[in-house]
C-alpha cells in the first residue's frame, strides 16, 4: 500500500491534518490503534480558541459545531469570596471561545472524512515506524505502508515519538503535585459561564457541554483513584470549593462519566525528525488550566498542512524545514500561560503563606488591573495565528 502521508492517531490532530490535505489534493491514510466508537466517546477537552472555530468552519466542518457549541464572551475567576469577571467583549473585541466538547470534534471529523472517502484504519494495534531518514514506511497487523512523510498524531503515549533515536530529541518537562477529577453530570450549569474556583480546600472549575450536561473538575492528589471519590464525596467536594460566592447554588444530577487526568507540562523539540513530523500531544503536553491542549494540535496540522501544499505544489521544502520554529514559538507561549494559570489557581502542598499571599496578589492584580486581565484574556481566547506567537 502506498499514500503520500501516513497519519499515525485519529485523534482531533491526526483526522484534522488528514481532512485538511484532503482539501489540497494530497492523498493520506490515518492508522489508530483503538475502535472508532473508543475514539469518539472519549471525554476530553471542551474549549475551543476562536482561530480553531475558524479553522474548522474554514475547512467546511463547522456546521454541527456552530449549531450546537456554546459561544461564550467571559470566564469568572473565584477566589477570596468573592468572582471577578473577565469580559473578552471588552477587552478582546470581537474573539471569544466556543464550548463544544472534543469529541464531538471528533465524531464530525470522522464522519465528514468518511463521507469523502477517506481512509482511516480503527483497531491497528501495532503501528510501527521505520526508515525515517528517507524512504519512510509504515508496518501494521503483517502489512506495509510506504509513504513520502509520516505524521505523528498519535498523542503522549504514541509509539511516533519513541521511534526518534535517543539523543536527538530535547525534553523540557515539569509534573505537578496533583491531578485533575473530571465528571460529566446529567444537570443544567450552575451558571452561564465557566467559573475558575481557588479555595483553600485546591482548584475546582466548573464548565459545560450543553443546557442539558455540566462539566466539572476537582484538584485531586496524584495518586487518586477512582474508587475513592464516590458521587457524594464529589458533590460535597465541588460544592465546598464553589459555593464560595453568596447566592451561589450547584445544581447537582446523576453523574454520567469520570475521569482522571495527570498535571504535565512536557515539550520534546525540534517537532520533526527526516521524514516524521510531530503534532499536537505527541509532541508537547499542557497542564488543561488554560484549556490550550486541543488549540495546540490544531494550530500545529494548520502550519503541517501548509507546509505540506507547498512541498506538493512547488517541491519547496522551505516551509517544511520551518515547521518545528514555527509550531513551537506558539507552543512556548502556550506552556507559559498554561504553567502560569495552574501557579495562580491550585492549591500547592508546600504552599507557604508567602506563597498563598504572592497568589492572591497575583490574582487581585488580573481581576483589577484592565492590562493584567487583557493579558489573560487575549491568551485565553488564542493569539491569532500570525502573531508570531
Ligand atoms: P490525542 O487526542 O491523544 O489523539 C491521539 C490518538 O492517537 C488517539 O486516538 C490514540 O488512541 C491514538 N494512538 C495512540 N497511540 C497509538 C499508536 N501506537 N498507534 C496508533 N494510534 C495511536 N485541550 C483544550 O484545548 N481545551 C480544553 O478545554 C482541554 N481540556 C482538557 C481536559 C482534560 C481533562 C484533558 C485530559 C485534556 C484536555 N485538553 C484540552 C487537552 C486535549 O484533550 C489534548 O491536547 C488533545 O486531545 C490532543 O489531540 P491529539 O490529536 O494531539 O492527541
Ligand atoms: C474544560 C476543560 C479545561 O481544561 C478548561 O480549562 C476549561 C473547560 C472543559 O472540559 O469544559
Redesign the pocket.
Known amino acids: 500500500m502506498r499514500t503520500q502521508v501516513g497519519i499515525v492517531g485519529a485523534g482531533p490532530a491526526g483526522l484534522l491534518l488528514s481532512h485538511l490535505l484532503h482539501l489540497r489534493g494530497i492523498d493520506s491514510v490515518v492508522l489508530e490503534s483503538r475502535s472508532r466508537e473508543y475514539v469518539e466517546q472519549r471525554v ?4 475551543l480558541e476562536q482561530g480553531t472555530v475558524d479553522v474548522l468552519d474554514e475547512a467546511g466542518v463547522g456546521g454541527r459545531m456552530r449549531a450546537e457549541g456554546l459561544p461564550h464572551h467571559g470566564i469568572e475567576l473565584r477566589y477570596g469570596g468573592a468572582g471577578h469577571r473577565i469580559p473578552f467583549e471588552r477587552l478582546v473585541p470581537g474573539r471569544a471561545i466556543t ?1 463544544y466538547g472534543q469529541q464531538e470534534v471528533v465524531k464530525d471529523l470522522i464522519a465528514r472524512r468518511l463521507a469523502d472517502g477517506g481512509k482511516i484504519l480503527f483497531d491497528v494495534p501495532d503501528v510501527a515506524l521505520h526508515s525515517l531518514a528517507a524512504d519512510p514506511y509504515l508496518t501494521f497487523l503483517g502489512r506495509r505502508l510506504d509513504c513520502d512523510v509520516i505524521a505523528g498524531c498519535d498523542g503522549f503515549h504514541g509509539v511516533s515519538r519513541p521511534s526518534i533515536p535517543d539523543g536527538v530529541l530535547s525534553i523540557f518537562q515539569r509534573d505537578y503535585p496533583f491531578a485533575w477529577l ?1 465528571i460529566l453530570a446529567q444537570v443544567p450549569p450552575s451558571a452561564e459561564e ?1 467559573i475558575y474556583s481557588r479555595s483553600e480546600r485546591g482548584f475546582a ?1 466548573h ?3 450543553s443546557p442539558e450536561i455540566s ?1 466539572f ?1 476537582l484538584q485531586v492528589p496524584p495518586d487518586a483513584s477512582l474508587d475513592d471519590w464516590p458521587d457524594s464525596r464529589i458533590w460535597t467536594e465541588l460544592r465546598a470549593r464553589l459555593e464560595t460566592v453568596p447566592g451561589f447554588a450547584l445544581t447537582e444530577g446523576p453523574i454520567i462519566s469520570r475521569d482522571l487526568s495527570a498535571m504535565r507540562s512536557f515539550v520534546a523539540e525540534p517537532m520533526r525528525h527526516g521524514r516524521l513530523y510531530l503534532a499536537g500531544d505527541a509532541a508537547h503536553i499542557v497542564p ?4 490550550k491542549g486541543l488549540n495546540l494540535a490544531v494550530a500545529d496540522v494548520r502550519v503541517l498542512a501548509e507546509a505540506l501544499a507547498a512541498f506538493y505544489g512547488s517541491g519547496s521544502t522551505e516551509l517544511l524545514d520551518a515547521y518545528s520554529d514555527t509550531c513551537l514559538r506558539r507552543v512556548w507561549r502556550a506552556q507559559h500561560f498554561s504553567w502560569w494559570m495552574t501557579t495562580l489557581l491550585h492549591t500547592f502542598d508546600s504552599d507557604d503563606a508567602y506563597g498563598r499571599r504572592l497568589q492572591t496578589s497575583h490574582l487581585d492584580y488580573v481581576t483589577s488591573s484592565e492590562a493584567a486581565a487583557t493579558t489573560l484574556a487575549e491568551n485565553y481566547v488564542g493569539l491569532p495565528f500570525d502573531s508570531g506567537a
Open positions: 476530553r477537552a471542551g474549549v464550548v473530571g465557566l472549575l464548565s459545560m457541554r462539566r473538575y488543561p488550566t488554560g484549556a
